[in-house]
């Protein structure tokens, strides 16, 4: 079975630009989180999605966007880029999106902002 | 608040030898998960191992072994018998009703041959 999937692997971008950055899920899985990892912040949670609902949502700005579509593949926007949303951005995909299930991860997309 | 502490920034451990990465925790459930992830250069997230809080018995996979203790609300990891490709960042996590994986700051461990 194919694991998660994020593309693009590496993305460089200038500030007050935008980004789009893509999840597919691993086959069967309804539930897709994102998170940012920096060396100061660690892992910090962005949203999760469910079913094509946006279930939960971590402490961001709103330039910080997602969806879910309906095979469960999931997009991250990012809207007027700044220079601290450079970091290592995983998307996670578990099968109901309960707590006891864990979560998979994929091997991250790295968006350096110049 | 859920938060997750891991107070020991690097470890290093010889190869064959065993090593204890902590972890402490605070939720005010009673029923929960916890797990352990690795990290290693490659930058992909690897499930190690899952602990369910109502299970008196500690979870074991293979070399990896935890230390829950409830009332302390910690969850220690062992690795036995290390191994050079033990070498990674461990993360310990858990997560909320609503899904949402709160993670510690994570323990670097080194594994010297």
């Known amino acids: 079975k194919a694991g998660v999937t994020q593309t693009p692997r590496y993305l460089i971008k200038t500030r007050g630009q935008q980004v789009t950055l893509s999840c597919s899920p691993i086959s069967g899985h309804r539930s897709v989180s994102w998170y940012q990892q920096t060396p100061g912040q660690g892992l910090q949670f962005l949203f999760e999605y469910f079913s094509e609902t946006q279930r939960n949502k971590g402490n961001f700005p709103g330039r910080f966007s997602g969806r879910q579509f309906s095979n469960s593949r999931s997009e991250m926007n990012v809207s007027t880029l700044e220079l601290g949303d450079s970091a290592l951005y995983l998307c996670a995909s578990s099968l109901g999106g309960q707590a006891n299930q864990p979560q998979h991860f994929g091997d991250g997309t790295r968006l350096s902002i110049l | 608040a859920q938060t997750v502490t891991q107070s020991q920034p690097e470890m290093s451990v010889q190869e064959a030898e065993t090593v204890t990465l902590s972890c402490t925790y605070d939720?005010?459930?009673?029923?929960?998960?916890l797990f352990w992830y690795k990290q290693p250069p490659s930058r992909q997230m690897i499930l190690v191992i899952r602990?369910?809080?109502?299970?008196?018995q500690n979870a074991t996979e293979n070399r990896f072994s935890v230390n829950f203790q409830k009332a302390a609300k910690s969850f220690s990891l062992k690795i036995s018998d290390s191994q050079l490709g033990d070498a990674a960042m461990y993360f310990c996590a858990y997560p909320n009703t609503g899904n949402q994986f709160y993670f510690g700051t994570g323990t670097s461990l080194t594994v010297i041959p």
């Open positions: 939720t005010s459930e009673s029923d929960y998960y």
């Open positions: 602990q369910e809080a109502y299970k008196q």
